[in-house]
């Protein structure tokens, strides 16, 4: 079989690579400057792409969206119609993500008065069993929106919004458990104290066995 004869030839600057398979050569071709540009891009972008997502950790990861997303639409979800409830406010208080964003909003907006571990200063402790205007989500939620100007607390409802007001007064009760005593009482600012001094619970005295305290 003579295929050198019926194969039509190529031009004469083709050159044609050495090897046969099957009496079947390939040119020697460039290839395109267009495909191989294109090629080089994709390398050089999934080579920046992977340094931005792996180092620069740019994209959330996706158990971390997901977890967020859930809280947000809980969050959404208690909150419809804006109306929250004890109920819903102490469901949120066990919600870890929704305590973090709390936090947050809580160490750069009210750590300053309330002091960044809730003991209190110049507005009240929050953590202890006493309260000005009564221990529920809702009452505290009400004077974080309010404030109460004259004795020195800001309103926050137009500062922060629902979302974040709803997030802090959730952070705030993560350190309370539901139906525990909460005792009307004024309170009076310790400015500066050190924390030790910071009024908590009477110290049971030390030969005297301490009686279990919830947990705070
Ligand atoms: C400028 C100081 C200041 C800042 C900032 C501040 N507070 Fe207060 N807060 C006070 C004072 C003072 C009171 C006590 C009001 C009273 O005696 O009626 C108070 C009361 C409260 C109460 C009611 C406590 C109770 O015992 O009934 C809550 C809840 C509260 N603050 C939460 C917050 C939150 C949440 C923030 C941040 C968004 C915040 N506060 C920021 C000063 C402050």
Redesign the pocket.
């Known amino acids: 079989m003579n295929e050198s004869e019926s194969a039509p030839q190529p031009p004469l600057d083709d050159a044609v690579r050495p090897h046969v398979f099957d009496g079947i050569q390939e040119y020697d071709k460039r290839l395109p400057n267009w495909w191989l540009f294109t090629l080089y891009c994709s390398i050089a972008f999934s080579i920046a792409y992977w340094i931005y997502v792996e180092k620069f950790e740019a994209v959330p990861d996706g158990a971390i969206a997901v977890q967020e997303e859930m809280a947000e639409t809980r969050l959404a979800a208690s909150g419809k119609s804006g109306e929250s409830t004890d109920d819903s406010l102490w469901t949120m208080s066990r919600d870890k993500t929704l305590i973090a964003a709390g936090k947050l909003?809580?160490d750069t907006?009210?750590?300053?008065?309330?002091r960044p571990d809730l003991m209190g200063m110049?507005?009240?402790?929050?953590r202890d069993q006493?309260?000005?205007?009564?221990?529920t989500p809702m009452?505290?939620?009400k004077?974080?929106e309010e404030?109460?100007l004259?004795?020195?607390?800001?309103p926050?409802a137009a500062?922060?919004g629902k979302k974040?007001?709803t997030e802090?007064?959730a952070?705030?009760f993560s350190y309370h458990e539901k139906g525990e005593p909460a005792e009307i009482?004024?309170?009076v600012?310790t400015m500066g104290a050190p924390p030790e001094a910071a009024p908590v619970a009477p110290q049971p005295s030390p030969v005297a066995p301490a009686p279990a305290q919830p947990a705070s």
């Open positions: 909003t809580f907006t009210c750590a300053s008065c309330h110049i507005g009240p402790n929050l006493k309260w000005v205007h009564g221990g009452t505290a939620m004077t974080i404030g109460v004259a004795k020195g607390m800001p926050w500062v922060l974040k007001i802090v007064t952070y705030i009482a004024p309170w600012p």
